[in-house]
């Protein structure tokens, strides 16, 4: 049964929230203090959150990214955020905060300890998934949910099932933030820039709370898989990072999957059709029929989950005389990688043997790494990061990603950078939802987070 939202006065409330640098919202957090535990300082964090009016006040800026752009950011309107954290870190008095040439934001909260601490940054991207509209959101609260569905106002097709949505159960009495089922809501990952703004703000007005420097990355293009291609790692100068992504809170994900490509070439023997018998070997039938070969009950994405690996085809194009396939290898470590890429081989090898006159080749391409094998080299990062997530109250879960993150490319290049939870949840849909508890429970994991790598330094 859907359940009956608090109606929000949605003309009105919309009207409000468009346009940067607006100061009226009808939304304000609670305060929300958490007791000290004996191994904290003596005092308690008071906090008292900005995150929501601030996620309200992104979510309204349109930052779909482009695939088939071939710019950096790939759509210039993700710089209209880019401009607007600028300028809200700078009104914070981060002097050095910058949106670059590329679409990348920049900036620095200075340590204010004497301690050597290690350099951490907090990342999260601007952009939103091409797969759904990001233009016009309509955000809406549903408050103090109590269970059961949550019907969405825009589109009667649009429904958060609770059966659907397993997660929900963990919300009752919380606020959950949607669309009006028109949109995606960009909890994916404006959750993240505000969580991480609200803690950065939080710090600079509690200067009782030591700290190393913390250094602030906003991305354009995660989304397309080009978030970091043009992020100035020397200028960034941290040590360890973590980017604020994930989904259920509590969560830390340090282990993505590992990625390959692989694309099969067919050359076929072409002849008029009228005169074909016993000569012609046609490139799509033997790309065909490799397909067909594939295992049908295990290795492959509908067939797979927890930390099985799968090979999938993602494209074939060809005629007669030639035929391309191309694949997607993944799993969690090199060996499971090379397996399945050495079935292909064999499916390819013995397929070919039925057309003794055509050819083929096959080309692997190394796309990510896991990057567990990068950040295990660093415990403490993750250690650190759980201890935070309990600071805040929460279960830590540890966990790990199906696909890649920003955050495994940034492993590689030197910035070891596992994923934080944000809260996000059912992104890259018009169903998707965050709760304001969430987002605030994230923000208070950054802030321990700062305290504990100086606690530890
Ligand atoms: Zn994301």
């Known amino acids: 049964m859907p359940l009956a939202f608090k109606p929000l006065d949605f003309k009105r409330y919309s009207g409000w929230l468009r346009g940067p640098g607006m100061a009226l919202f009808c939304y304000r957090a609670l305060p929300f203090s958490i007791l000290p535990r004996s191994h904290m300082l003596a005092s308690s964090l ?244 490799i397909v067909d070969r594939l295992p049908k009950d295990t290795c492959s994405p509908e067939t797979t989950e927890g930390k099985e690996g799968f090979l999938h085809p993602i494209a074939i194009k060809g005629e007669l005389e030639k035929a391309t396939l191309s694949f997607i290898v993944r799993d969690f470590n090199d060996d499971g990688l090379t397996e399945k890429e050495a079935l292909l081989e064999s499916i390819v090898k013995d397929v070919m043997k039925g057309f003794p006159r055509s050819t083929w080749r096959m080309e692997v391409k190394q796309q990510y790494r896991n990057m567990k094998q990068v950040i295990d080299r660093h415990p403490e990062i993750v250690d650190y990061a759980i201890e935070a997530i309990r600071r805040a109250g929460l279960t830590p879960v540890r966990s790990s990603i199906r696909g890649g993150t920003d955050g495994s490319r940034l492993s590689f290049m030197g910035l070891p950078c596992p994923n934080i939870f944000a809260g996000e949840h059912a992104f890259h849909s018009r169903l998707e939802w965050v709760s304001v508890q969430d987002m605030e429970k994230a923000a208070q994991t950054i802030v321990h987070l700062a305290m504990i790598w100086a606690e530890r330094a």
């Open 46 to 289: 008071a906090f008292t959150h900005t995150v929501t009016e601030r996620f309200l006040r992104y979510v309204v800026i349109d930052t779909q990214s482009d695939a088939a752009s071939p710019t950096c950011p790939s759509t210039e309107k993700q710089k209209d955020l880019g401009r607007l954290l600028a300028a809200e870190l700078q009104a914070m008095g981060i002097g050095d905060a910058h949106l670059d040439e590329h679409g990348y934001v920049y900036a620095t909260i200075p340590a204010n300890t004497d301690k050597k601490v290690p350099v951490i940054c907090f990342c999260s991207h601007m952009d939103t998934s091409p797969d759904c509209t990001g233009k016009d959101v309509k955000p809406q609260i549903v408050r103090n949910y109590r269970g059961g569905d949550i019907a969405l106002p825009g589109d009667a097709t649009q429904v958060i099932r609770s059966a659907d949505h397993p997660a929900l159960a963990d919300q009752i009495g919380n606020d959950i933030i949607t669309t009006d089922g028109t949109t995606l809501l960009g909890a994916d990952n404006k959750a993240g820039l505000a969580e991480i703004m609200d803690a950065a703000q939080f710090l600079l007005q509690n200067p009782q709370i030591k700290h190393g420097t913390i250094k602030i990355l906003f991305t354009p293009d995660e989304e397309i898989g080009r978030g970091v291609d043009k992020v100035d790692l020397k200028k960034l100068g941290a040590d360890f990072a973590y980017t604020m992504d994930g989904e259920t809170a509590g969560n830390i994900e340090d282990e993505t999957f590992s990625a390959d490509g692989a694309t099969i070439t067919i050359e076929g023997v072409s002849t008029h059709p009228g005169f074909a018998k016993g000569k012609m070997e046609h490139a799509i039938k033997i790309a065909s029929a």
